[in-house]
């Protein structure tokens, strides 16, 4: 294929440099005509030594002409096979040496040029071809075509015996979610639910807390009514000093000065006697208000295998009115 048309294309190369290089000799000056040798005046053969001939009275003396060599062809159209046979007596010992060098190399570059002109034959040799990947190779082991890349990579699971799906005799059954809760109390007061959360903790109960907002009746106190604000603030002002935190309510005739608001009538009746005891007229109104309440809440396993023993047992404890939520 590919090393094939190499060879074909190096050996036409070099068949061209050849032929150019045929031209090139042809035309060379080994092979044009050279300049006449005879205009050097080295290479002008001596004369024969002239005899001054012996004129005998009454003759006339015969005239010596010298004879000079032939010129050399203009052009040399076929090489000179033997020169030394075939040049002419006169000629110099110098020229025909010269003679014998262009005819000698001229024979050699035909010859080279007769060498390269052989023809190339019809068929190349036949390249060797490199050896074949799998010969002389260890045997390789099938391998499996590759899954499709439209299906996941994901290993199947491999099923499980029938035995493993039965049900274990020996598992212990899961204990139920918690359906029943007990209301062991709702206070309003912080104290109220910090006492009644340690008393169910005694028990052994574990309680939990929720808080919720419920509308609740609770008891106001405040001080008025001030037709003025001035005046209104000028008694806020002294309950501040008492410890209170008032507050300035207007109503339909002026303003009241809130005192408090409180759940247990007890307490309001405390704070009674103490302004009336500063020299105030405290008066009381009933409201209706939304308070946070929190709940103590049971759910044990004791609560949902027997909530009625547990009932009871809060109500022998104090607490009024436990229930189920």
Known sequence: GTLETILRFEIIVVLFSLIGLYYFLSFSPIRMPAAPIASSPEMIAPLPPQVEPQVESGTVPETVVAVLPPSRPQQINEPVANTEAEAPPAESSSVSDSASVISKKTNLVDQEIQKSAEPLPDKLPAVAQAPKLN???????????????????????????????????????????????????????????????????????????????????????????????????????????????????????????????????????????????????????????????????LDGPAVQQDSDAVLAKLKAAGFSDPHLK
């Open 135 to 297: 010969e002389g190779l260890a045997p390789v082991t099938a391998v499996s075509a590759p899954a499709s890349l439209a299906a996941p990579l994901v290993a199947k699971p491999e099923p499980r015996p029938q035995a493993a799906l039965a049900p274990s005799e020996k598992s212990t059954p899961t204990s139920p979610l918690p359906t029943r809760t007990i209301i062991a109390g709702e206070y309003v007061l912080q104290v109220d639910f910090l006492q009644n959360r340690d008393k169910l903790e005694a028990l052994n109960f574990k309680v939990k807390t929720e808080i919720v907002r419920r509308p609740t009746l609770m008891y106001r106190v405040y001080l008025g009514t001030f037709p003025q604000q001035k005046k209104a603030l000028e008694t806020m002002a002294v309950v501040r000093k008492k410890g209170d935190d008032p507050f300035l309510q207007a109503c339909s005739g002026g303003y009241n000065v809130v005192i408090g608001s409180f759940y247990l009538r007890s307490s309001v009746v405390a704070w009674e006697n103490m302004y009336h005891a500063s020299g105030f007229e405290p008066k009381v109104q009933r409201v209706t208000l939304e308070m946070p309440h929190t709940l103590l809440l």
